[in-house]
């Protein structure tokens, strides 16, 4: 059983830059793949980033890569996003997920813990 809990978000300009934490209970975070992400108004939720459990492996989405940089700190039981170049399009809330599978990541069916958000919105 994993509890994730995220926060960071906030309201900024575009261009601006935010780190999103997500803070994992428990004694086996290390034990997980994690993952980002996002789901819009009116959209589906959408893959932004993975990270593996050793944090060797990186994936990003199209959308956010050069911008965007997923890291961990097991350690800390915590998992983060940094966000710079923020633009309108990535207002979204964001969702950090644990997985026990280490491939196929980007799909959310392999997720099997989930936190319940943090609002992230970028004005024009």
Known sequence: QVHLVESGGGLVQAGDSLRLSCAASGRTFSSFS?????????????FV??????????????????RFIVSRDNAKN??????????????AVYYCAAATLTSELAYGHVYNYWGQGTQVTVSS
């Not at 980033?49 to 050069?66: C, R």
């Not at 983060?80 to 309108?88: D, E, G, H, I, R």
């Open 34 to 46: 994690m993952g980002w992400f996002r789901q819009a108004p009116g959209k589906e939720r959408e």
């Open 78 to 91: 915590t998992v983060y996003l940094q966000m710079n170049s923020l633009k309108p399009e990535d207002t």
């Open 49 to 66: 980033a993975a990270i593996s459990w050793s944090g060797e492996d990186t994936a990003y989405s199209d959308s956010v890569k050069g």
